[in-house]
T-cell receptor, first 118, second 109 residues
Framework: GAVVSQHPSWVICKSGTSVKIECRSL??????MFWYRQFPKQSLMLMAT?????????EQGVEKDKFLINHASLTLSTLTVTSAHPEDSSFYIC??????????????FGDGTRLSIL | GQNIDQPTEMTATEGAIVQINCTYQ??????LFWYQQHAGEAPTFLSY??LDGLEEKGRFSSFLSRSKGYSYLLLKELQMKDSASYLC??????????WGAGTKLIIKP
């Protein structure tokens, strides 16, 4: 099946640090990638959708200057949490989908990144 | 507004059968997905329904009724490893995924 690799799996860093999370589709071309965050015992919250080669579309309430998304190739998207603070601590999950037009392929998820800001 | 409802938590016995229901109200419909998520892990894809009826995949089956805005996930021969959260998600007219809050399934021996 489709494999999505997400790194790092766990990050602990000081407040004010910028953290970059990578999401790679290993065996398919991901024309669309999604970034989610999930707080404990809550459902997934979509942060942004990125299509290869174009700017990401952010959900309402998500600061685009704080959560920088780059989707430069069909196999790699990155999320950079700039000047992270304790309230940014969360479980960040990427997913990828191969989409030609508006197909209904499922999203395949990375293993997630647990971010803890001290 | 768009809304997906699932029970918050369910408990079942090992070896038994459990049905997790999902009702939805969305602007348009372009398919319904079920995902399994173990604690501390990312979701994994289980099933996809776009037409009415039952889709069977091993111990798991998923049913859809578009006229009723209703789906269920049926798990047979429950195993302890099936303890997880089960997320229902609907793709709306804009092909955006709307996620339910998930149903935490607890399996007891």
């Amino acid at each position: 099946g489709a494999v999505v690799s997400q790194h790092p799996s766990w990050v602990i860093c000081k407040s004010g640090t910028s953290v970059k999370i990578e999401c790679r589709s290993l065996d398919f071309q991901a024309t669309t990638m999604f970034w989610y965050r999930q707080f404990p015992k809550q459902s997934l919250m979509l942060m942004a959708t990125s299509n290869e080669g174009s700017k990401a579309t952010y959900e309402q309430g998500v600061e685009k200057d704080k959560f920088l998304i780059n989707h430069a190739s069909l196999t790699l998207s990155t999320l950079t949490v700039t000047s992270a603070h304790p309230e940014d601590s969360s479980f960040y999950i990427c997913s990828a989908r191969f989409t030609r037009g508006l197909g209904n392929q499922p999203q395949h998820f990375g293993d997630g990144t647990r971010l803890s800001i001290l | 507004g768009q809304n997906i409802d699932q029970p918050t938590e369910m408990t079942a016995t090992e070896g038994a059968i459990v049905q997790i229901n999902c009702t939805y109200q969305t602007s348009g419909f372009n398919g319904l997905f079920w995902y399994q998520q173990h604690a501390g892990e990312a979701p994994t894809f289980l099933s996809y329904n776009v037409l009415d009826g039952l889709e069977e995949k091993g111990r798991f089956s998923s049913f859809l009724s578009r006229s009723k805005g209703y789906s269920y996930l049926l798990l047979k021969e429950l195993q302890m490893k099936d303890s997880a959260s089960y997320l229902c998600a609907v793709k709306d007219s804009n092909y955006q995924l709307i996620w339910g809050a998930g149903t935490k399934l607890i399996i007891k021996p």
